[in-house]
């Protein structure tokens, strides 16, 4: 029997005309990651194309609701600029270059040629529009101070500030757990019984999408 929880039965989204922005924290790299190819992955199979998925990354998941505004407003001036060629910064780079550190692979390539090739391709193509939807991921875990409650308040109350003035919607994808276990189950690692959890990330890509679409359709 499916469980109750999880945002239920939705229609699906076409995501192919949409721009969507990610910005992730790198603490508990593992977690991130993993939660990263999740939403990646949701965001493909809703038909987003790589070159209008732009991922960015900060220290910790303190430094997201500044970096979610500062990269929404980097989008607008770079469509209102956008005859002039794009603006650099948060808005630079789609999803071959975040992936240039840690994350892996730009879909199978093997050499670097290839995968510089593949970058310069996804620029050249990348949308200059703002974005329709920005996720926000992150991976907070209790220690044993009050240092968790703080960042967790601040970082909530941030991001719901950010999508309200800003009129862009900002996915939730902060996890605040209290230890590392239930960030691998929530990651699709490995749950504690052995068995794989489920992957939040792609719960976020898909809120991403239909939201991105809502947007559009509500304006
Ligand atoms: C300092 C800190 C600690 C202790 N734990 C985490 C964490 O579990 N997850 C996370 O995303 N960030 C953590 N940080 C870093 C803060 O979010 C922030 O980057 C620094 O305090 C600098 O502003």
């Not at 920005?134 to 719901?160: R, W």
Request: net charge negative.
């Amino acid at each position: 029997m499916a469980g109750i929880k999880g945002p239920g039965e939705a229609r699906s989204y076409d995501g192919s005309s949409l721009r969507i922005g990610i910005i992730h924290a790198r603490w508990n790299t593992q977690i991130i990651d993993s939660l990263l190819k999740g939403t990646l992955s949701a965001l493909h199979k809703a038909g987003v194309p790589d070159s209008n998925i732009t991922i960015q990354s900060v220290p910790g998941s303190y430094e997201l609701p500044y970096a979610v505004a500062t990269m929404h407003k980097a989008s607008q001036t770079q469509a209102a600029s956008s005859a002039v060629g794009p603006v650099g910064g948060f808005v630079g780079s789609a999803v071959g270059d975040l992936l240039g550190g840690s994350t892996s692979d730009l879909k199978g390539m093997d050499t670097a040629a290839e995968k510089q090739q593949e970058r310069e391709s996804l620029k050249s193509s990348a949308s200059t529009a703002p974005f329709d939807a920005i996720i926000a991921i992150g991976a907070l875990i209790k220690g044993s101070t009050m240092h968790f409650e703080y960042i967790s308040d601040a970082v909530s109350h941030g991001l719901m500030k950010v999508q309200m003035e800003l009129g862009v919607p900002v996915i939730f994808g902060l996890l605040t757990l209290l230890n590392e276990q239930q960030g691998l189950e929530r990651a699709g690692i490995g749950g504690s019984d052995g068995k794989q959890g489920h992957n939040h990330g792609e719960d976020w890509g898909s809120a991403a999408v239909e939201l991105g679409c809502k947007r559009k359709a509500w304006a």
